[in-house]
């Protein structure tokens, strides 16, 4: 599906692109024309995926906790494209299922570099680049239904996913004056890999398919679901719309927990 207005010709960067929502995105942007850097630590996927892709594109290896990567990416998409008009900061962990009294500082520093310092080092890298192409820009930050919600079971991720909003929310202050526009979409359950490690715990992969059956919708997200949301935050089709968070999470959030 194509058509959304202002994508065609832009260059887009997104994090986590090997992965199950960045994969979509990374696809769906270059249906609609966008000229995207893959950036993964897994160098192999966007490899090939960056090969299969209708629109020129190239991909990075890049840690995105890691400062000189994030710039990394920047300083390719400059090199090879000219310019940078969009981000999807993607990347993300799970992180350990263990309840608070079991959780480790370090299973807790671990998730908050890649969720919340790998956001934040994106913001920043976008927006000098902004800046030095003269304003404008937009950028989509995959938050979670855990941004909004809680669950005994996922704390040090639900806590960089909350923390990723306050990021969201400083930073669209601060760029609409700039002309930049700062989004984040909010999945609910999407299987990928991201509980891969976890496939059979409460909390993991099949108890979190298991979970989504009770949403209103009665299923899973696919990551094709999440992708059309990011490309119409990016798109001139949400011109008017900045530091909001949309849910794709098939009516979860809507859900109240005091009534059935
Ligand atoms: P995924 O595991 O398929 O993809 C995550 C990608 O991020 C992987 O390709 C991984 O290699 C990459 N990555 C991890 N650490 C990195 C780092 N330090 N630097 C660069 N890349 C790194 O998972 P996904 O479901 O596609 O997750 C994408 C985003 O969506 C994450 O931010 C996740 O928190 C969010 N999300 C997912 C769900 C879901 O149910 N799948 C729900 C809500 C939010």
Known sequence: MTGLHGLDGKVAIVTGAAGG???ATVRRLSEEGVQVVLADTDEESIRALSASLPTPSTW??????DESDVTGCVDLAVRRFGRVDLHHLNAGIAGSLA?????TVEEFDQ???????GVFLGLRAAFRQFAAQGGGGAVVITASIGSLRGSADLLPYQTSKHAVLGLLHGAAVYGGPLGVRVNAVAPGIVPTELFAATPDAPGGRDDMVTRAATTPLRRAGTGDEI?????F????????ITGETVSAD???AAVSTVRP
Do not use: F, K, Q, T
């Not at 309840?99 to 959780?103: E, G, Q």
């Not at 992708?227 to 490309?231: D, F, I, L, M």
């Not at 935050?233 to 008017?240: E, R, V």
């Open 21 to 23: 929502i960045g994969a």
């Open 60 to 65: 990075i290896r890049a840690d995105v906790r």
């Open 99 to 103: 309840v608070l009294p079991d959780l």
């Open 111 to 117: 998730v908050m570099a890649v969720n919340v310092r």
């Open 227 to 231: 992708a059309s949301v990011v490309a």
């Open 233 to 240: 935050l990016l798109s001139d089709d949400a011109g008017y």
């Open 250 to 252: 098939g009516g979860a």
